[in-house]
């Protein structure tokens, strides 16, 4: 039984940090890519980065590039989050969700396991 497990996120003022954990269960770590996405309210969910497991391999979209890095821990089965430099603009729900194989996976078939969602809200 494959699971997704995070905890973190929280509340900060502009230019203050966040951390979110993701932790994969029941699965071969280094064979899943494990992808970073949020939605925003009345928006559309939307890609935050990703992070191919076997070759510690990470993207990220071009809006928090400079401020947020993913890391893996590969002891704990854990995927790490970290947002510095907040803005207004990241808050969202942040979901975390591992496939098997590639993060070119088109994020709607069957094979995603998701986290169940973590609130970051960034205030002025």
């Known amino acids: 039984l494959v699971q997704v497990a995070e905890s973190g996120g929280g509340t900060v003022q502009v230019g203050g940090s966040l951390t979110i954990s993701c932790r994969l269960s029941g699965a071969n770590f280094g064979d899943f890519c494990m992808g970073w996405f949020r939605q925003a309210t009345g928006k559309e969910r939307e890609g935050v980065g990703s992070i191919f497991l076997g070759s510690q391999t990470t993207y990220y979209q071009e809006s928090v590039k400079g401020r947020f890095t993913i890391s893996q821990d590969d002891a704990e089965n854990t995927v790490v989050l970290q947002m510095n430099d907040l803005k207004l603009e990241d808050t969202a729900i942040y979901y975390c969700?591992?496939?098997?194989?590639?993060?070119?996976?088109?994020?709607?078939?069957?094979?995603?396991?998701w986290g169940q969602g973590s609130q970051v809200t960034v205030s002025s």
């Open positions: 969700a591992a496939v098997l194989g590639s993060c070119h996976t088109p994020i709607n078939g069957p094979n995603w396991y």
